[in-house]
């Protein structure tokens, strides 16, 4: 089992920046991909940016260039930092991180959501 803990969040302005972070802990046997995922009212889960285990990324096409993933493997905690950010960015969001666990069998888990707000 994995458990994940959000931080960050809150209320920007547009053109602002914010940051937010994803630890992990737990009993897992690897932690392979992570990644952050957004849900604004009345649209389904979008995923915004992953990273491997070998930090390979990829990002949404409406956050290319504004936001940058990382993850310290020591700590086993993820980053998401927005920069530039739009009103459209409003929305919950949601880590998540693929891990192998028991009978080394894959395994998700989903952090529980910290609110972005980006209004004037």
């Known amino acids: 089992q994995v458990q994940l803990v959000e931080s960050g969040g809150g209320l920007v302005q547009p053109g602002g920046s914010l940051s937010l972070s994803c630890a992990a802990s737990?009993?897992?046997?690897?932690?392979?991909?992570m990644g952050w995922y957004r849900q604004a009212p009345g649209k389904q889960r979008e995923l915004v940016a992953s990273?491997?285990?070998?930090?390979?990324?990829n990002y949404a096409d409406s956050v290319k260039g504004r936001f940058t993933i990382s993850r310290d493997n020591v700590k086993n905690t993820q980053f998401l930092q927005m920069n530039s950010l739009k009103p459209e960015d409003t929305a919950v969001y949601y880590c998540?991180?693929?891990?192998?666990?028991?009978?080394?069998?894959?395994?998700?888990?989903w952090g529980q959501g910290t609110q972005v707000t980006v209004s004037s």
């Open positions: 737990g009993t897992f046997f690897s932690i392979n991909d």
């Open positions: 990273i491997t285990a070998g930090d390979t990324t």
């Open positions: 998540n991180v693929r891990f192998t666990g028991s009978r080394l069998r894959e395994y998700d888990s």
